[in-house]
């Protein structure tokens, strides 16, 4: 039997690995910004983050949409630890 590759870009993809990427390629700053809800502004924490949108589908529907943009378009330079990626070291 042969298994065929999953055509949903988020298949194998936690909610979690998804946050991590999205701070480390935005920051939490620019996060806020970029999606306007207050696990992003006030005192923000994967975990508080991870939390709030595993209960709240139209702000996880948000975030990965961002996500998903944010594989299409090159990521910022920035030379600060270029030995991170976040894309494949998504957990703490």
Same mark, same amino acid.
């Given at each position: 039997? *042969?298994?065929?590759? #999953?055509?949903?870009?988020?298949?194998? %993809? *936690? =909610?979690?690995? %998804? %946050? &991590? !990427?999205?701070? !480390? $390629?935005?920051?939490? %700053?620019? =996060? +806020?910004?970029?999606? &306007?809800? &207050?696990? @992003?502004?006030?005192?923000? #924490?994967?975990?508080?983050?991870?939390? @709030?949108? $595993?209960?709240?589908?139209? +702000? $996880? +529907?948000?975030?990965? !949409?961002?996500? =998903?943009? #944010? =594989? /299409? /378009?090159? +990521?910022?330079?920035?030379?600060?630890?270029?030995? @991170? &990626?976040?894309? *494949?070291?998504? $957990?703490?």
């Amino acid at each position: 039997m *042969t298994t065929h590759p #999953s055509k949903d870009p988020l298949h194998g %993809v *936690t =909610l979690e690995m %998804v %946050v &991590n !990427a999205l701070v !480390a $390629r935005y920051g939490w %700053v620019e =996060l +806020a910004k970029l999606i &306007n809800i &207050n696990c @992003f502004k006030s005192d923000p #924490s994967v975990k508080s983050s991870l939390k @709030f949108l $595993r209960r709240t589908p139209w +702000a $996880r +529907a948000e975030v990965e !949409a961002l996500y =998903l943009d #944010s =594989l /299409e /378009e090159p +990521a910022p330079q920035d030379d600060s630890d270029p030995s @991170f &990626n976040p894309w *494949t070291q998504g $957990r703490d």
